[in-house]
């Protein structure tokens, strides 16, 4: 229903763009979304909306302008069309900008839309947020106020037309739930935060488990001092792993590569990482929040192997930049740029626990907050809190210190890799250890 | 984009079971941008985003929905969805809105409301890619990106509030890649503001490709940051981000209301040292942060949020502004109509103190320089923060000496702000890029600080200090 109705804007933005003598792609995306947060016994936020908005990117002899509007009146797309195509009056002509040769989808179920969540009962999400609000305050007596319970979902349909003839539409779901109970102890506050996500309602993480997590994030950490200034093994718990395998995705966008704003530039065949990194970028596996049939230009998905033990395979293109890097583009055009499918660290066999009790001594890092990687020259540092790892277990909890070290350095000392993947987004990882990272403290 | 009588017929549904308040925000985005690369112009992108987003507030619970297609039907869906946050109440009382125009500051050029040709954007590109091109054969490539930007808001209010606000922004940004071998940096800078495009008449392209060059070029040859504690020493403007997350988070409203944040029920405590004021300015003419009035209809306005060492209030908006009994301090800012307006800063800064540079550089015997931050993050509840440090350097017995390479600071808000031991006479605002983001919300923000020491922060380098 609804990807008939988004159908049909497409087409009618890339008969405009036709008319105009350009070639044009046009993506429509109608989202039902809906958000509620529960605070204490009561609901503290409500929101249920349906938004959509229409994104043309048009090609006028190697010159691209896109835009973007909600306004789908005739009137209203004409306009923008004029001014885009105004626009590419100025753009350099450029042979490479043009719509990609051929397009098509990944034909397989990909099992995108969960129809237990996208009929599910307004009543039972409230239920549900209050549920978690209550198992949050009632985890451990040092929990008596909270940042808020969230249950939120939506339904996304995509259609994708051009002027080369490509239309096709697809529809999925997501669901998202978090808690952030506050502690407070020996008069300070900690808030502690967990959200999970999932495709499905049965593959959502249940109100006990993210409680349970949520609540102990809040509390673990009390007591914690500034470690000293050191050299040791660093684990990754698996959040904060995904997190440096986000930083890693920046550094293999093409789009970042051909800009000179990439580490991994020139580096393609050389070997990288430990034997143990093997980094996989996949549009195609089915029910994950990170696959759909095909890209934000009409591209099938597929799987790619960036990283096969530790030696980098391939960058990750859209149209444009494998044009210019001369290589075929790997599907994950998103959003008039280069995005991530579901893009994941290969788990390793030993368990969390294990990688721990193996490691002498060290840090397990739980929370780094900052975002700065300079992805020209792969430095990375973050501010962080975790525990202190001595004789294989945790003891005291740190924060207040910093970790830092070169990328590059990194990956090659990956030494550990647990089997705790978890695809609650669309860039995961499990936990990992690095043998050796700067701690900065005392 | 709405006249008062539908503004009127939508808070009357959305106030149908009864409700404290209710408000609509209509807003009309249109965005004109290009972006070069590879020495030429890479693409344009033009933009028109309109919507309504309507809310409703109850005690502390609000409702809400937004609709972007703007036919009555549409919106009328959209006030009863909102509404459905009171549907336990009785039901509201059938009245009649009467609407009384807010008078708006005159903060921005708010006449202009096209955009200028196409050719003077690309020309201001082109400049900033040939200075920071001919700056030094080390740099390797540029990318730059200039955008236009009028933001039109109408903001109608239960209580009878309606005003329309007329916002302008214009942002340039350079990016310089210097590289070296295998060696490779990079520095950015931006700058513009709720102005036009005449802003760069005065304010170069040949001024910030030079700096973002120049800052290229510096951390090419950078060493890498040593690790532990040491003296800081915060650059004036641009260090300013220090205030923004060490203090100014702590201090919007729904932390404190909520009792999450460190500063929960301090007005009147002592929290820094008493070299430290801190000021909150929604109304500076032309700066990135300034409104004329907030996303809910209340003048922007000057705050003092710490004097003297001495915390003096919070950032309100409305609905937690209510609950505690207070005004709102034009504080309620949000994204766009998608988004819930929630209590943030505006042009954070601290006015100038008596010492100079030369004292506080002189009297520093190892420490870190930072002069301007790349950005940062703090947690709210016990106030820990970092800062990514954009340009930086190492002070060896009052000296400046070498540039250090992507040094992050950590620290804990309250304990640095009480190891502040000078301020220096040179306050000035930042060059007007930043942007801040709070629960999934970007609002563009503007921050300033005069030169500052602090006498112990620990750095997050790699090398022994």
Not at chain 2, 110 to 121: D, G, I, T
């Amino acid at each position: 229903m609804r990807e008939r109705e988004a159908l049909e804007i497409a087409a009618a933005a890339v008969d405009l763009a036709r008319a105009a003598g350009a070639h044009a792609e046009a993506t429509v995306s109608i989202a039902r979304r809906f958000h509620t947060e529960a605070r204490d016994t009561t609901i503290s936020k409500l929101e249920q909306s349906i938004g959509s908005s229409l994104h043309v990117r048009l090609y006028r002899d190697g010159r691209r302008a896109s835009l973007s509007t909600s306004d789908f009146s005739r009137e209203g797309l004409e306009r923008a069309m004029r001014a885009a195509v105004d626009q590419c009056a100025v753009v350099a002509s450029d042979p490479l900008a043009a719509l990609p040769e051929v397009c098509g989808a990944f034909e397989g179920d990909l099992a995108l839309c969960d129809d237990a969540l996208a009929q599910r009962d307004d009543a039972a999400k409230i239920d549900d947020v209050l549920q978690l609000e209550q198992l949050v305050r009632s985890a451990d007596e040092r929990i008596r106020n909270s940042s808020g319970s969230h249950y939120s979902d939506a339904v996304v349909t995509t259609a994708l037309a051009n002027t080369a003839g490509f239309a096709r539409a697809y529809t999925g779901s997501r669901a998202m739930r978090s808690s952030a109970p506050v502690a407070e102890a020996h008069g300070t506050k900690r808030v502690g935060h967990y959200g999970t996500a999932a495709r499905a309602l049965r593959d959502l993480e249940g109100n006990e488990a993210v409680a349970a997590l949520a609540a102990r994030r809040a509390v673990e950490l009390f007591g914690a001092k500034k470690p000293a200034t050191m050299r040791v093994p660093v684990i990754f718990e698996r959040d904060i792993a995904a997190s440096v395998i986000d930083d890693l995705f920046a550094a293999v966008n093409a789009a970042n590569v051909a800009v000179g704003n990439s580490w991994l530039a020139q580096r393609v065949g050389e070997r990288v990482g430990s034997e143990l990194v093997s980094i996989v970028d996949d549009g195609t596996l089915p029910g994950k929040l990170g696959s759909s049939p095909f890209d934000g230009e009409g591209v099938p998905t597929r799987r790619t192997p960036v990283f096969e033990r530790g030696v980098l395979k391939t960058f990750l293109f859209d149209t444009y930049y494998a044009r210019k890097l001369g290589a075929a583009s790997t599907g994950n055009s998103s959003g008039g740029g280069i995005g991530s499918n579901n893009f994941y660290l290969e788990p390793g066999t030993s368990t969390l626990e294990a990688l721990i009790a193996s490691t002498q001594r060290g840090v397990f890092v739980l929370e780094t907050i900052g975002f700065a990687t300079e992805h020209a020259t792969g430095t990375y540092s973050r501010g962080a809190r975790g525990f202190l790892i001595e004789n294989g277990e945790l003891t005291a909890p740190i924060d207040e210190f910093t970790i830092a070290g070169d990328f590059a350095e990194m990956l090659a000392a990956i030494d550990g890799v647990a089997n705790d993947l978890r695809f609650d987004g669309a860039v995961v990882s499990p936990s990992f250890r690095v043998a050796e990272m700067t701690i900065s403290g005392n | 984009m709405l006249d008062t009588a539908t503004f009127d017929r939508l808070l009357a549904r959305a106030l149908r079971f009864g409700g404290d308040y209710a408000d609509i925000f209509c807003e009309r985005r249109s965005t004109y941008a290009f972006r070069l690369q590879d020495g030429r112009i890479h693409e344009g992108t033009t933009g028109v985003t309109q919507g309504v987003g309507i809310r409703v507030v109850v005690g502390e619970a609000a409702g809400y929905a937004y609709a972007d297609d703007l036919s009555l039907e549409k919106l009328l869906e959209a006030a009863e969805a909102a509404s459905l946050i009171a549907r336990s109440l009785p039901g509201g009382e059938a009245r009649a809105f009467d609407f009384t125009n807010v008078p708006v500051q005159a903060l921005y050029d708010e006449h202009r409301s096209e955009h200028a040709h196409a050719s003077r954007y690309v020309a201001l590109l082109e400049r900033a890619d040939a200075t920071a091109r001919a700056y030094d054969p080390r740099i390797v490539a540029v990318n730059a990106s200039i955008s236009d930007e009028i933001q039109d808001v109408w903001i109608a209010a239960s209580d009878g509030r309606y005003v329309h606000d007329h916002r302008p922004m214009v942002t340039l940004g350079v990016q310089a890649v210097a590289a070296h071998e295998r060696e490779r940096a990079s520095g950015y800078v931006g700058d513009g503001g709720r102005t036009s495009l005449d802003y760069f008449d005065s304010h170069s392209p040949e001024e910030l490709a030079t700096d973002a060059a120049r800052i290229a070029r510096t951390n090419l040859d950078a060493v890498p940051a040593p690790a532990g504690e040491m003296e800081m020493v915060v650059g004036a403007g641009g260090g300013g981000v220090l205030l923004h997350e060490a203090v100014g988070h702590g201090l919007e409203s729904d932390f404190n209301r909520r009792g999450v944040s460190l500063y929960s029920g301090r007005v009147g405590e002592r929290v820094a040292s008493e070299l430290v004021t801190i000021y909150d300015d929604g109304n500076l003419p032309e700066e990135r942060g300034s409104v004329a009035v907030d996303d809910e209809g209340v003048p922007g306005q000057h705050k003092v949020l710490v004097e003297n060492g001495v915390l003096r209030g919070y950032m309100q908006d409305t609905l937690n502004a209510r609950l505690m009994g207070v005004q709102s301090t034009g504080s309620g800012r949000r994204q766009s109509f998608r988004f819930l307006p929630q209590p943030r800063m505006c042009n954070t800064y601290m006015p100038p103190g008596e010492s100079t540079v030369e004292e506080i550089i002189g009297s520093t015997k190892r420490g870190i320089y930072a002069k301007s931050f790349a950005g940062g993050q703090v947690e709210i509840s016990k106030g820990d923060f970092v800062f990514m440090i954009a340009e930086g350097y190492l002070i060896e017995n009052g000296r400046v000496t070498a540039p250090l390479k992507n040094a992050t600071i950590v620290g804990n808000g309250p304990d640095a702000m009480t190891k502040v031991t000078a301020v220096a006479n040179d306050a000035r605002l930042a060059r007007r890029h930043y942007t801040c983001g709070k629960g999934g919300q970007h609002v563009p923000v503007g921050v300033g600080i005069p030169t500052v020491k602090i006498s112990s922060i620990t750095v997050g380098g790699t090398h022994d200090a």
